[in-house]
């Protein structure tokens, strides 16, 4: 009988099911991740579509912005105004205070330099001798040169006081303009703000739907170039090769990758946020 040689197959290690269902699950979870962060951050096209849209809502309170004009400012630097010249009218009012308290100290020191006075001269008659006679006339002369002194000063504090209370005066009726004027024009931001009152909440809160979706480097970027320009210009669409915000040309390999929507790129000339006109079909 012949003998018949087979080889032998060497035996697969048997996997484990801790093996195989470790590497199932591992890929698992990294998918639900995936998923998970695909849900939570848009891609780079939708960042980018977010923030002209973004923009769109911000160019719309610009322009409320604008109907208001320069109001809130005017009212910022009258209210501004009026604090400080009040800061200045209550200093000067204690200056004023200062000058009759001590005035009136004044005015009481020499009634009673005065009475002295009014006693050495009538001692000056009784003195028994030349010694006793110059001194009490030495002591009238010293109360007659503080009473000059005194009134010196006094007329120099009425001087002064005058001066100060001018100023009152006259800050005092400017502030009174100035009240007038801010009174008119708060009147006139209310009235605009209740004109656009519901259009702000509601361009807000589409805002604030918008904003929460981007990450906050992308936000902060955004943010950051939207207040460097007026309100409402922080993208730029590339259009034939131009940014359609300051219209330079954007080179050609810069306009290829703007358009592959990979990275965010801003303009060399304005520093605006560079969109692909294709994001945005509709502009």
């Not at 269902?21 to 939570?40: D, K, P």
């Not at 769109?56 to 005017?74: M, N, Q, R, V, Y």
């Not at 040169?145 to 209370?165: C, F, G, H, P, W």
Request: negative net charge; contains cysteine; hydrophobic residues 30%.
């Amino acid at each position: 009988m012949e003998e018949t040689n087979l080889e032998q197959t060497p035996l697969e290690p048997e996997k484990t099911q801790e093996q195989g269902g470790g590497n199932e699950e591992e890929s698992r979870i990294l998918e639900f991740f995936e998923y998970r962060e695909g849900i939570q951050k848009p891609n780079l096209a939708e960042k980018l579509t977010l923030l002209y849209e973004l923009t769109k809502i911000d160019k719309e309170l610009a322009e409320i912005d604008e109907e208001k004009g320069d109001l809130p400012e005017k009212i910022g630097a009258l209210t501004e105004n009026i604090e400080t010249i009040e800061k200045i009218i209550l200093e000067d009012s204690s200056k004023v205070e200062q000058f009759e308290t001590e005035k009136q100290q004044l005015i009481k020191d020499n009634k009673a330099y005065e009475e002295k006075m009014s006693k050495y001269d009538e001692q000056k008659y009784s003195a028994k001798s030349n010694k006793e006679y110059d001194d009490i006339v030495k002591s009238i002369d010293v109360y007659i040169d503080l009473i000059q002194k005194n009134e010196a000063r006094i007329k120099e504090i009425e001087s002064q006081n005058s001066v100060v209370t001018k100023d009152i005066e006259e800050r005092t009726a400017k502030n009174e303009e100035y009240k007038k004027d801010l009174e008119e024009n708060k009147e006139m931001l209310n009235e605009l703000n209740t004109e656009f009152e519901d259009e702000e909440k509601e361009l807000d809160a589409k805002r604030e739907v918008l904003i929460v979706k981007l990450d906050d480097e992308t936000r902060s970027l955004y943010e950051r170039i939207n207040s460097g320009f007026m309100k409402g210009e922080a993208t730029a669409i590339v259009r034939k090769g131009n940014c359609s915000g300051c219209y330079n040309s954007v080179p050609p390999q810069r306009e290829i990758e703007i358009k592959m929507a990979e990275e965010i790129f801003t303009c060399q000339s304005c520093g605006r946020i560079l969109i692909d006109e294709s994001l945005v079909p509709n502009n």
